[in-house]
């Protein structure tokens, strides 16, 4: 690198990843009005909150989200976890073998790079045994092919360097994919924590259901657009239920209603949330998709896969290849010239079983009770794959093409999926991002957080005295800027103003020796003198009466 480029380098100026922002002042006070309010809001309807890591084994939102939906298949940050620490000489025998060179022809120095693969094997094996590294399925047979491979180029690397090259890179192959450590990803969802959570706690032990809600940052490598980040943030809740007994054929309706009314209330809390933040121009739809049975949603989506095929040859390239992958997410399609086809396609509510149609036609009736309003959307279909029955999503003003705010739905059977015992749930969450965006749009911004109190301070004794005003201000809850050093009374007052602030507090020498304090109100130039006693007891009255 040439001098100037290094130098260019060293100037070089760092900023946020794509996909990744700055939440800012006076911004993130909106934040904290809007998680205050969910803290509030929840805690009415019985919601404790839980903090789960930011990141867990990916195998866990690979089963809980599906490994066929985009956000698993290209949206989550992976990585493999391992210390360097734990499995030193591991590590170099990896790196010896990876760096490893063919030597040119003729040469026939094969036998560290044998040495070397013999000594890989043996040291996993016996990591493996540690539990230092996985001994999962793949690594053992990674190990098999590298030893098989091995014993091959021991009756091949006499012949030379032409027929061991391909052997040697076989085995850096097999060497690479062994892997180090688990596989863990940033979390792209809640959902899946909060379940393995529930069945880690043995909380299916408490009274039921157990209502839970987290607050978060998520990651997903999406596109990033206005209102799509890579990392986001959700206000994420869950019911979650152990299944004591199956439902008989005598009580199934009750069951079905209970669900219902269980998941209204949910939506209700999320609305009553809105509406608390007054939220502009929200709309709720809501959706069943059924159970995954035969006489179900499995009869829908192969009724749905023959129309598709049927009109194939009119849709984009995404929809046709999602035919194939999964049909369901064809009715998703924005894409305007497949609208006229798409309408005419057949609605999963004709195809309902008998206990989805009834837990459906509840929880529309528990949703009038409430006086929740709602649109039902025939093609609300979300993008994880545990759901069943209820769907739902929300949608609020100002945010363009990503207009959702909300989204969720039931996924009973999840927690039995991830190896817990058969539990219903249901849940929801909301893209904190974007919920800020809309109120922000709508003017609810929040105006930059003004001083109470500039003191405006000048000489050694009024300094110490400044200093015990500010504490006690402080105190007593009011925002005070005190500044470090001394200034001139004209240059202080221009910076209370700068800084917004209400009151300047003058002290010079003068006030002092006098005891009278000088108060100048801010907005009006009118000054005012208070003994120290009153000063605080006027302050404490001027802000009830603002308030
Ligand atoms: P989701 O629909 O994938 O559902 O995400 C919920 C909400 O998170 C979306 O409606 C949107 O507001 C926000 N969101 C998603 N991706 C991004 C992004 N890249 N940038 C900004 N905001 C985003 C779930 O995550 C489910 N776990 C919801 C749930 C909980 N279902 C049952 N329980």
């Known amino acids: 690198m040439s001098e100037g480029a290094a130098k260019k380098e060293e100037r070089r100026k760092f900023q946020a990843i794509k996909g990744t922002r700055d939440l800012l002042p ?6 904290n009005r809007v998680e205050q309010t969910a803290h509030e809001v929840f805690a009415t309807y019985g919601y404790g909150e839980i903090r789960t890591p930011i990141f867990e084994q990916t195998e866990l939102f690979a089963r809980a989200v599906g490994g066929e939906t985009d956000i698993v298949s290209k949206e989550m940050y992976s990585f493999e976890d391992y ?9 170099e025998q990896r790196t010896v073998l990876l760096t490893w060179q063919v030597p040119p022809l003729g040469t026939q120095v094969f036998e560290p790079f044998i040495i070397h693969s013999l000594n890989f094997c043996k040291l996993a094996a016996s990591t493996f045994n540690a539990r230092q590294i996985p001994g999962s399925p793949e690594n053992q047979r990674a190990l098999q092919d590298i030893s098989a491979m091995v014993e091959k180029l021991k009756i091949v690397y006499s012949q030379g360097a032409e027929e061991s090259a391909p052997v040697v890179a076989q085995i850096k192959e097999r060497v ?9 990803s940033l979390r792209p969802e809640a959902t899946a924590s909060v379940c393995r959570a529930y069945v880690e706690h043995g909380m299916q032990q408490l009274p039921q259901p157990v209502k839970l809600y ?7 490598r999406e596109r990033p657009q206005k209102g799509r980040y890579r990392q986001f943030h959700q206000i994420d809740a869950e019911v979650l239920e152990v299944v004591r007994r199956e439902a008989s054929e005598h009580d199934w309706e009750k069951e079905v209603r209970k669900d219902a009314a269980i998941d209204a209330e949910v939506i209700e809390m999320l609305m009553t949330f809105f509406a608390k933040l007054e939220l502009a121009g929200t709309t709720l739809y809501i959706h069943s998709i059924g159970h995954n049975g035969p006489d179900c949603r499995r009869a829908y989506i192969g009724k ?3 129309e598709l095929l049927k009109i194939k040859g009119k849709l984009g390239a995404d929809s046709q290849r999602r035919i194939a992958t999964n049909p369901l997410r064809v009715l ?27 837990h459906y036609a509840s929880l529309k009736r528990e949703l009038d009770l409430r006086g929740v309003k709602y649109d039902e959307n025939w093609r609300l279909v979300r993008g994880l794959d545990y759901y069943m029955r209820t769907t739902f999503e929300i949608t609020a003003k100002g945010l363009g093409s990503q207009n959702a705010v909300c989204g969720g739905g039931r996924y009973d059977g999840l927690v039995e999926l991830l190896g817990g015992p058969p539990t219903k749930g249901i849940g929801f969450a909301i893209g904190e991002d974007r919920l800020i965006l809309s109120l922000l749009e709508s003017g609810k911004a929040p105006a930059q957080q003004g001083r109470d109190v500039y003191i405006a301070w000048m000489g050694e004794r009024a300094n110490a005295t400044a200093i015990r005003a500010a504490k006690d201000l402080r105190k007593a809850g009011f925002s005070v800027e005190l500044p470090p050093v001394e200034q001139k009374f ?10 917004g602030a209400k009151y300047a507090l003058i002290l010079g020498d003068n006030e002092v ?5 000088t108060l100048k109100t801010l907005a009006d130039g009118s000054q005012a003198k208070f003994k120290e006693r009153d000063l605080l007891e006027h302050l404490r009255k001027q802000r009830a009466l603002s308030s």
């Open 26 to 31: 006076p911004e993130t006070a909106l934040w």
């Open 83 to 91: 210390g360097t620490d734990e499995i030193p000489e591991l590590l």
């Open 176 to 184: 690479r994919e062994v892997k180090l450590g688990d596989e863990l």
């Open 214 to 220: 987290c607050i978060g940052p998520m990651f997903r």
């Open 304 to 306: 749905l896969y023959n």
């Open 332 to 358: 998703d399609s924005k894409l305007e010239s497949e609208q006229s086809y798409i309408e005419k396609l057949p609605h999963m509510a004709d195809y309902l079983c008998p206990s989805c149609a009834a």
């Open 490 to 499: 004209g240059k202080a007052l221009g910076q209370a103003d700068k800084l």
């Open 513 to 517: 020796s006098s005891g009278d304090w």
